[in-house]
C-alpha cells in the first residue's frame, strides 16, 4: 500500500511563500500523475497542479504564475512552491498519485493558512 505524506504548511503571510512537500512511500512518484488539491472550510477540493510522468505541468487559471509544481524521482517527492500567497489560498493541501493502472491515492493534508 502507497502511502504519501504531505509537508510544509503553517502559517504566512499575505504575500509571502510556502514550500509543501508530498513524499510517496514507493516509487510511484517518476511514473504516476501526481497532483496537488486543496480545500477550504465549507469548499469543494480543488485542482490546483499537477506534473506528468513525462514532467509536463498544468495549472489552474487561479494559481498559474504563482505556483510551481516540481519533482524529485530521486526521493520519491513532489513539491509544490506556493508565492504571492493570498488570504484566499487558505485550505488544506492535499496530494494525490494517479498510477498508470489508474489507482489512485491520496495523502492526509497539510494547513496552509494565509493571514496578516
Known amino acids: 500500500q502507497v502511502q504519501l505524506v504531505e509537508s510544509g504548511g503553517g502559517l504566512v503571510q499575505p504575500g509571502g511563500s510556502l514550500r509543501l512537500s508530498c513524499t510517496a512511500s514507493?516509487?510511484?512518484?517518476?511514473?504516476?500523475?501526481m497532483g496537488w488539491y486543496r480545500q477550504a472550510p465549507g469548499k469543494q477540493r480543488e485542482f490546483v497542479g499537477g506534473?506528468?510522468?513525462?514532467?509536463?505541468?498544468n495549472y489552474p487559471v487561479s494559481v498559474k504564475g504563482r505556483f510551481t509544481i516540481s519533482r524529485d524521482n530521486a526521493k520519491n517527492t513532489v513539491y509544490l512552491q506556493m508565492n504571492s500567497l493570498k488570504p484566499e489560498d487558505t485550505a488544506v493541501y492535499y496530494c494525490?498519485?494517479?498510477?498508470?493502472?489508474?489507482?489512485?491515492?491520496w495523502g492526509q493534508g497539510t494547513q496552509v493558512t494565509v493571514s496578516s
Open positions: 506534473i506528468r510522468s513525462d514532467g509536463g505541468t
Open positions: 494525490k498519485a494517479v498510477t498508470p493502472s489508474a489507482t489512485f491515492y
Open positions: 514507493g516509487t510511484i512518484v517518476s511514473t504516476s500523475f
